[in-house]
């Protein structure tokens, strides 16, 4: 057997490409926590850079003089509702982090009740397992009430983080308005600065990226934002109409939250929440939350159709796998950003994976 050194030095440049463009992305998304401010004002600016086109059309005014109307209007949302949401957020986690050690109390008698209730006889349960059962019992709820504190206590430590919080709110708002009113000087100091053949190239990418992953979560973002704003006007509808609804922003977000990962849905929190409460006895507001589940399920299947126009075209348990891989390298924050990584992998290496990775890599031509 002949050893061929050119077909081995394109595989090997390739693989190294390969790795190379890994390395890359990785990099990327740590300079993109890095410099989260500059990158959600980029994200802001995207969103509403066809209403600037538009009242620059409609009423012939400049970039700038449109950019500053529609940036008095944003600034305004953004810190009525940073107001709003952290002085909420706050009270609601303060006050169920000091009545946590109740709700946990009531839930260990609970279970402990319907434990009682069961007739053990029957099945010849030996003292050890009724032994084991109790005490698997009592670790779960006091590792439960240790992790739920420790959510909690993280909740009011970000939140009450004023100076931090200003500064990055402060960044991205002045970053936003830069963006918006001095695009055109930014990209051409980029095409002055790169390469011509770069800014074609990074353009082109770019462009491609926007398009593919920039709709998907467009297109998913609509969807949590209308979830969240159903639950949360429903979970108040509730709280006025004298049901026990106590922690209603809380709950929105932590719905909105779960709603945002593939695969589960407003259902994994909501569903187990009327359980309980229909265990607990309050069966009217256990009703109520299904009730309110199947709004929004209804809701999102109606309009998810006319949103969501681009599939990724990732099975399901891609997905999966890239959720658990996200979630065991950075935690719950990596269950969202392992299935981003992974639509930006498929756009990114579309080629190789249309025409098979290994196939490509050793491919003679």
Not at 202 to 231: D, N, P, W
Not at 263 to 286: F, H, Q, R, Y
Not at 294 to 316: A, D
């Amino acid at each position: 057997m002949t050893f061929d050194k050119n077909y081995w030095t394109k595989v090997s440049k390739r693989i190294i490409y390969l790795i190379l463009a890994i390395i890359a992305i990785y990099l990327s998304f740590r300079l993109a926590v890095f410099y989260m401010p500059f990158l959600i004002a980029f994200v802001i600016s995207l969103i509403i850079e066809p209403t600037i086109k538009k009242i620059m059309k409609k009423f012939k005014l400049s970039r700038r003089t449109s950019s500053i109307i529609i940036f008095i209007i944003v600034f305004t949302i953004i810190i009525g509702t940073l107001v709003w949401g952290i002085t909420t957020l706050v009270a609601e986690a303060t006050n169920l982090l000091q009545g946590i050690n109740d709700y946990f109390d009531k839930a260990y008698i609970k279970i402990q009740e319907i434990i009682g209730r069961l007739d053990f006889q029957k099945i010849s349960l030996s003292d050890e397992i009724m032994s084991i059962i109790g005490d698997t019992t009592n670790t779960f709820i006091n590792t439960s009430s240790a992790w739920a504190k420790k959510v909690l206590t993280n909740i009011v430590n970000i939140v009450t983080s004023i100076p931090q919080i200003a500064i990055y709110v402060v960044i991205t708002i002045l970053s936003l308005y830069f963006i918006c009113t001095d695009k055109i000087y930014m990209l051409d100091q980029l095409e002055h600065h790169l390469p011509e053949s770069w800014v074609k190239n990074i353009g082109k990418h770019l462009r491609e990226l926007i398009h593919t992953l920039g709709g998907y979560l467009k297109a998913q973002a609509i969807l949590i934002l209308v979830s969240f704003i159903i639950s949360i006007i429903g979970l108040y509808i509730l709280k006025f109409c004298k049901l026990n609804v106590q922690y209603p922003l809380l709950m929105a977000v932590f719905i909105g939250f779960v709603d945002a990962l593939p695969i589960l849905g407003s259902g994994t929190v909501m569903i187990p929440w009327a359980v309980c409460l229909a265990i607990n006895g309050d069966l009217k507001l256990s009703i109520s939350i299904i009730v309110l589940w199947i709004i929004m399920s209804v809701i999102r299947q109606i309009i998810e159709p006319k949103i969501v126009s681009n599939k990724i075209g990732i099975h399901p348990i891609f997905t999966l796998i890239a959720m658990y891989t996200g979630f065991r390298f950075i935690g719950v924050i990596g269950m969202l950003i392992g299935p981003i990584v992974l639509i930006i992998l498929k756009n990114i290496f579309s080629t190789l994976l249309d025409k098979g990775v290994v196939k490509t890599i050793l491919d003679t031509k």
